[in-house]
């Protein structure tokens, strides 16, 4: 039975990752280019991330942030340029031993049957299915489900969860597949503040404990508070790329994103602050609305 | 309990009692399954025209089988190891096939409302094997309308497959529309067929179009055998990556699955399956489809016990169809086909309801 089931099985002995020191290149994308429909969506663009940072990509509409990510995924197939994942093109590595590496956040979260959330998480411990690491599946299941705060909901069915919901069951879900590269795509989209930050603060956390962490964020603030470098993409190239206090500059996203904009300090941790430049209201100021008030309530 | 009793205080929820409740539900459906299967079994060698009692069934099949018991008379032990245990037999392995199918392509296509009878590969597979019937083809000798059945089976799956999916996922509408129009054409082939056959190769088509398990015989029960073990052995090695293909193509790929290669390998095995069925019951629809779907809603949507599960309880549902088909209009015989349609075309229709209803509308 076991002798028909390798027969059957994609899944041969496979390498472990082993973790390398802080610092190290975990992934390393170069000169990348993707076209879409007769269009350079990505154009050249380099991005190194070393294991221990969390880096931000940003950029406005149509810029190419999901792109790169699906580039650095392998799921967007590149014209020209080649992503390394530890130390191997991407290419050359077979879909299992590379689900052991890299775990990927798709933008939305979709489920065909109505799994209860609880099987949805550990459908993240798959990839070390027959592996010395399987041992630890359901402490890594019950950690990934009280960080994001889905417990409390573990076997109500997916398809009965609001957005937010689902969306922490999904990061849940890739969290709980523990690989040292965290590709995520819009993890913020549907979540609220607390949430929000969160996801931020999980990413910080796992970036301490030595994974690469790639997330593509809309908020520039999330992404100054909380990425050791930004990438800001514009028109399929790499506009910037730093620390969130060299990159996020008025002139620049003024330019990127054709909107100016204020930077300023945090006046507590010193972070920058991005808002954009807003003409004062029209119409009638504070004065008028307190003796208009005044008038209707006869005193 | 008496801990929460007496610590009122405390707010962690009873709940440690529920997931082994959860997963003893399989256990116990596995269970009640054989057990409707094995009676099954017994009431259909026992019960018909000739009655022969359960004591002499067992008798005979413990004589048989070298353990002692007693044979029937000559005509009692015709009846019961040349008429109705091939059946019996057949009925089993086209059950299972049919509902492993359904399971399987639900999961491939993401989709609870795939089923080969409703999308077309049942119609494609029977189209081959009514071709082979009218051509008066031979090659394979009792194998040959197998072959025919599961070449034009597989090559309508994939036709399916192609032309049903796009931007990587498959639509409601889009599938079963596909399904009418791979229908209509297999209806075309058949017509087209049958009007180039003669009388005789004319009444063994129909029978094919009606689906029945009337001329099971122990040579037409070898013919399907080794298509229906291979599949019905593959497939539950596929369970765990089929959960997670639920999750969509990338994410699934990304968990590891060589998600073409999954397809693939799943879809001959559907082949496999539907052409084992077809190619000595005729058209069966529905099975696939109720069964699958009865058994997500008391046990969950996991593979590991849907797929093997499906092909028990798709068993246990022919084989208590066809023991209706034989028994209730007796001493005429309703064919098998038409009684499953009948009580499956209005599930259908519930489903379609409410999988419109879950989506909020088609488009």
């Known amino acids: 039975m076991n002798a028909l089931k390798s027969l059957f099985s994609a899944r041969g002995p496979r390498e472990l990752p082993v973790p390398p020191g802080p610092g190290h290149p975990a992934l390393d994308a170069r000169a990348l280019s993707v076209w879409l429909g007769g269009r350079a969506v990505l154009d050249g663009v380099g991005l190194r991330v070393r294991t221990g940072e969390v880096v931000a990509l940003v950029g406005p509409n149509g810029a190419g942030k999901s792109t790169l990510l699906a580039a650095l995924a392998g799921d967007a197939a590149a014209v020209s340029g080649t992503v390394w994942i530890d130390g191997r093109p991407l290419a050359d590595w077979p879909a299992p031993e590379l689900a052991l590496r890299r775990a990927v956040l798709p933008q939305q979260a979709a489920l065909s049957f109505p799994f209860p959330v609880e099987e949805v998480v550990w459908m993240g411990r798959a990839p070390w299915a027959g592996t010395v690491r399987e041992e630890e599946d359901d402490t890594v299941v019950a950690e990934a489900m009280a960080a994001t705060g889905v417990a409390g909901f573990a076997r109500r069915p997916f398809d009965a969860l609001s957005g937010g919901e689902r969306a922490r069951v999904a990061l849940a879900r890739v969290l709980a597949q523990r690989a040292p590269v965290l590709l995520l795509d819009e993890p913020t989209a549907a979540l609220d503040l607390r949430h929000q930050e969160r996801v931020l603060r999980i990413c910080r956390e796992r970036a301490r404990a030595g994974d690469a962490v790639v997330v593509v964020l809309h908020d520039l603030g999330l992404a100054a508070a909380y990425a050791d470098r930004i990438a800001v993409l514009h028109e399929g190239r790499l506009a910037a790329e730093g620390p969130p206090r060299e990159v996020l500059t008025e002139e620049l996203v003024g330019r990127v994103y054709r909107q100016p904009v204020d930077v300023l300090a945090h006046p507590r941790t010193g972070t920058p602050v991005v808002v954009p430049r807003r003409d004062p209201r029209p119409g009638r100021d504070l004065r008028a609305v307190v003796l208009d008030r005044a008038v209707t309530e006869g005193t | 309990m008496t801990a929460t009793a007496e610590a009122p205080g405390t707010t962690a929820p009873p709940e440690p009692a529920e997931p082994n409740r959860r997963r003893s539900t399989p256990l116990l459906l596995t269970a009640v399954l054989l057990a409707a ?64 199918a359904g399971a399987l392509m639900q999961g491939v296509f993401g989709n609870p409302l795939a089923e080969p009878g409703v999308i077309g590969i049942s119609a494609g597979a029977a189209a081959g094997a009514v071709g082979s019937i009218a051509l008066g083809l031979s090659f394979f000798g009792n194998w040959t309308i197998t072959f025919c059945a599961f070449t034009a089976g597989l090559v309508t ?207």
């Open chain 2, 37 to 100: 299967l094995a009676l099954l079994a017994l009431l259909s060698a026992g019960l018909g025209a000739y009655h022969i009692p359960l004591d002499d069934v067992l008798g005979s099949v413990r004589h048989r089988a070298g353990l002692g018991g007693h044979g029937l008379d000559r005509v009692g032990e015709s009846v019961l190891w040349n008429v109705r245990l091939p059946r019996v037999v057949l009925a089993l392995l086209v059950g299972a096939s049919l509902g492993c």
């Open chain 2, 157 to 363: 799956v994939l036709a399916v497959y192609a032309l049903s999916r796009s931007g990587g996922r498959t639509e409601v509408v889009t599938l079963i529309l596909t399904g009418i129009a791979v229908n209509a054409f297999a209806g075309a082939l058949i017509g087209l067929f049958i009007f180039f056959a003669d009388s005789a190769q004319i009444s063994q088509i129909t029978f094919w179009q009606l689906g029945s398990l009337a001329q099971a015989t122990w040579p037409k029960v070898l013919a399907v055998l080794p298509c229906a073990l291979a599949g019905l052995a593959v497939a539950p090695l596929y369970a765990r990556r089929l959960d997670l293909l639920a999750l969509g193509e990338r994410p699934a790929r990304h968990l590891g699955v060589d998600v073409e290669r999954l397809r693939v390998v799943l879809v001959l095995v559907v082949a496999l399956l539907t052409a084992a069925a077809v190619a000595v019951a005729g058209v069966i629809t529905f099975v696939g489809l109720l069964v699958p779907h009865l058994l997500r809603m008391a046990a969950g949507s996991g593979h590991r016990f849907l797929v093997p599960g499906s092909a028990l309880g798709g068993a246990v549902v022919l084989m208590a169809g066809d023991l209706a088909a034989r028994t209730v209009a007796a001493p005429a015989e309703l064919p098998l086909g038409v009684l499953t349609a009948l009580f499956g075309s209005p599930f259908f229709f519930w489903l379609l309801r409410r999988t419109r209803r879950t989506q909020g509308g088609w488009a």
